[in-house]
């Protein structure tokens, strides 16, 4: 800054008084007069560098360099290299940002100044700010990964208890069902009576305090009725006396207002019916076996040259009648 000159000069552009707290420059041309700063259009940066005693670049007046310019092209070249025109130094962008980056004496940049000093603090707040909640964001992640973790485990120990858990289910209802035979064919009306008619006719010898009867659900106009033993042994007894009659109807054992067969079945769940019985019939019904049935959880069959041993019209026979009521008529007679 030129404030240490002795005597007080005059600008030459706005002719006002140069102070000692003014910022000026002082020509370099012929006219070697003095200029405020504001007055010479120079950027910060570029009064810096022509302010520095050392620098090769001297500033020159518009005046001067138009004089310049006009005066002898006999100049040499070097001198006109020496100095810079102001005009086409504002001109040149890239010199600019040359120059923002050089520092003065202080050194201090161009960079440093009071606004850009704000947009970097602000910056590096929002970067701090940010690397917070990355590293709140991340902890949180790490706590759900560990949850999941602890769900998945527990999940896979849940289903495991619920298998076991199903395997004892079907346990205990195949146990129970060991001790059930399901009668077809004995008519909605007086059950009880009818079931007695059906084990005098089969010579079947048991006391009404060994069994249980109960009609069952079904679509069907004859309503299977469910009969429970208190053991496998009078189940089975019953099943092996009806398979010695060639056929049982309703008429023979006494029965009126009902004209059926009568079929006596193992107590199989639908389930067992459709996926293990059906399947296994319409796999047999390709190498020519007729009848498919059940005996204690084990399908067995008879083939086409096996003499007819009874009329099995609630399962599928040869790929026919494929009507399933609730429990049907497995007993292979």
Not at 13 to 26: D, L, N, P, V
Not at 52 to 72: E, M, P, Q
Not at 118 to 145: H, P, W, Y
Not at 310 to 318: A, L, M, S, V, Y
Request: charged share 30%; with cysteine.
């Amino acid at each position: 800054m030129a404030n240490k000159k002795a005597k007080i000069y005059d600008c030459e552009k706005c002719k006002g008084k140069i102070t000692k707290s003014h910022y000026s420059i002082r020509c370099a041309g012929n006219c070697q007069k003095w200029f405020h700063k504001k007055c010479t259009g120079l950027t910060d940066a570029e009064f810096l560098l022509f302010e520095k005693s050392s620098s090769a670049n001297k500033w020159i007046c518009s005046n001067c360099s138009n004089a310049k310019i006009l005066s002898s092209s006999s100049e040499s070249d070097s001198s006109d290299d020496a100095s810079i025109n102001s005009a086409s130094l504002a001109r040149s962008s890239s010199k600019r940002k040359s120059l923002q980056k050089r520092r003065d004496k202080k050194g201090v940049s161009v960079e440093d100044n009071p606004s850009n000093k704000e947009i970097m603090e602000f910056m590096s707040a929002r970067f701090a700010e940010l690397e917070e909640n990355v590293k709140f964001t991340s902890g949180l992640l790490d706590d759900l990964q560990v949850t999941i973790s602890t769900l998945v485990k527990e999940n896979a120990s849940l289903k495991k208890e619920q298998k076991q858990l199903k395997s004892r289910v079907d346990q205990l209802k195949k146990k129970q069902r060991n001790v059930n035979a399901v009668i077809v064919g004995l008519g909605e009306c007086d059950v009880k009576q009818n079931v007695k008619k059906v084990f005098n006719k089969l010579e079947y010898q048991i006391n009404e305090e060994e069994y249980r009867i109960q009609v069952l659900n079904s679509k069907s106009n004859r309503k299977p009725v469910l009969v429970g033993f208190r053991n496998e042994e009078a189940k089975k007894r019953l099943i092996e006396a009806r398979r010695k009659v060639r056929r049982l109807t309703s008429q023979e054992c006494g029965i009126a207002g009902v004209v059926s067969d009568i079929y006596i079945n193992e107590d199989l769940s639908r389930e067992y019916i459709v996926r293990v019985l059906f399947s296994k019939d319409r796999t047999l019904k390709n190498h020519q076996f007729k009848y498919v049935w059940c005996k204690n959880d084990a399908t067995n069959n008879t083939s086409l040259d096996t003499p007819h041993l009874g009329q099995n019209e609630d399962i599928i026979i040869n790929g026919k009648n494929a009507s399933v009521p609730p429990f049907t008529d497995v007993t292979g007679k």
